[in-house]
């Protein structure tokens, strides 16, 4: 399992959607990344880096990350040296989770191809085949939205989340309301405000919105204001869902000291590494956390090894957002697309990630290639 090339693209991304988050507002493109990792006996592994500049970081400094700083510790390498390139990479250079991300996936499908096992299987083994679908309702024309809603509630999707705080309380409330008049009883409503709130005012507002009884309220102050999540974990009935507040292990053990959320949301773009997802898991369960599969803009590679890591991790069990290649972006990369059923996003057969990369798809994305 010698790797003897290593490409990186910097892809775009069509949208089919605009998105309204608070910040990072997107429309007609975003920027990705895609890795691929050869061997001399002709195995290619794929790995894949959505940063978002307002969330983690950008596609450029990523490709960087990769191309000049992490080549280097591939190249001539047996891909089953993973852990110790990974540390390397943490040596080498600090934070790009998504480029450590990237690597570590496309290492991991290496191996499994290699060994004829899913990475699922080499992450910690198969706990579930499909993980429940939850979708995000973030379209600022709420008309488009309802009707989204409803095409998905037609194909079996219960889980919906919807983004507030970009706007005025009162347009927030007037939106939940339309909403859970859609939803039926079996259905599950969960409130994300990507930070939205000032820690001033949170409580009162939150306690509007826990009328709607959602399952979790999720990030609804800024990142680095702990004191307040605590507050509001401790003010509020309803599950405070931690995203921006826990990016890796170390803030996950911050959480749980401080008990600044009752769940976690794990996304491998913020974690670096299928162990570092791991750790943070292991952290939440110990805790009596439970935690929710969130995602980036991220195409078919990323969102097929966020299905490997919630199938093959116990504490994955408030659901997953593994759908932005089929709802949201506007091209599809993989010859064999997620598979979305029965409300649910189900793990692939096949060994490693169990994709097929269309590289028609994917060249017709390609801004630039190195490597
Ligand atoms: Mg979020």
């Not at 390139?85 to 991300?101: F, Q, S």
């Not at 290496?110 to 995000?136: D, H, N, Q, T, Y």
């Not at 859609?182 to 509007?208: C, F, H, K």
């Not at 199938?311 to 599809?332: I, Q, R």
Request: proline share 5%.
């Amino acid at each position: 399992m010698i790797i003897d090339r290593m490409q990186v693209r910097l892809t775009r991304w069509p949208l089919k959607m605009t998105r309204k988050h608070g910040v990072g507002d997107v429309a007609d493109t975003l920027p990705g990344v895609v890795v691929s990792l050869h061997t001399k006996d002709g195995l290619t592994g794929w790995g894949e880096a959505a940063p978002w500049s307002v969330f983690s970081g950008t596609a450029e400094a990523t490709v960087a990350a990769l191309d000049v700083y992490l080549r280097p510790l591939v190249i001539g390498r047996d891909a089953r040296q993973f852990a110790r390139i990974l540390a390397e990479a943490d040596r080498t250079i600090v934070g790009h989770p998504e480029a450590k991300m990237a690597l570590d996936m496309a290492l991991h499908d290496l191996v499994g191809k290699a060994l004829g096992v899913s990475v699922a299987e080499l992450i910690g083994g198969v706990f579930r085949e499909s993980i429940p679908l939850s979708v995000s309702i973030a379209n600022p024309d709420f008309d488009a939205d309802l009707d989204f809603a409803r095409a998905r509630l037609a194909e079996g999707i219960r889980l919906f989340k919807v983004k507030t705080g970009f706007s005025t309380h009162a347009e927030d409330m007037s939106r939940l309301d339309r909403l859970a008049a859609v939803l039926p009883a079996d259905a599950s409503l969960r409130i994300d405000y990507n930070q939205g709130l000032a820690a001033v005012d949170a409580i009162r507002t939150l306690r509007d919105v826990e009328a709607f009884r959602p399952a979790f309220i999720e990030q609804p102050v800024a990142r680095d204001r702990r004191d307040a999540m605590a507050e509001i974990t401790r003010a509020i009935d309803t599950p405070i869902l931690a995203d921006e507040s826990v990016f890796s292990p170390e803030e996950a053990v911050e959480c749980v000291r401080a008990r600044f959320a009752d769940a976690v949301s794990i996304k491998l773009m913020k974690a670096g590494s299928f162990a570092r997802g791991k750790a943070i898991a292991a952290i939440a369960q110990a805790a009596g956390m439970p935690c929710y599969g969130g995602t980036m803009y991220e195409a078919g590679i990323a969102l097929t090894a966020g299905i490997h890591f919630a199938a093959s991790t116990p504490a994955m069990t408030l659901g997953a957002e593994y759908y932005t290649s089929a709802f949201v972006l506007g091209t599809e990369i993989l010859a064999n697309p997620v598979r979305l059923e029965a409300g649910a996003s189900w793990l692939p057969a096949g060994p490693g990630l169990g994709i097929t990369v269309d590289e028609t798809a994917l060249k017709s994305a390609t801004v630039e290639a190195q490597g």
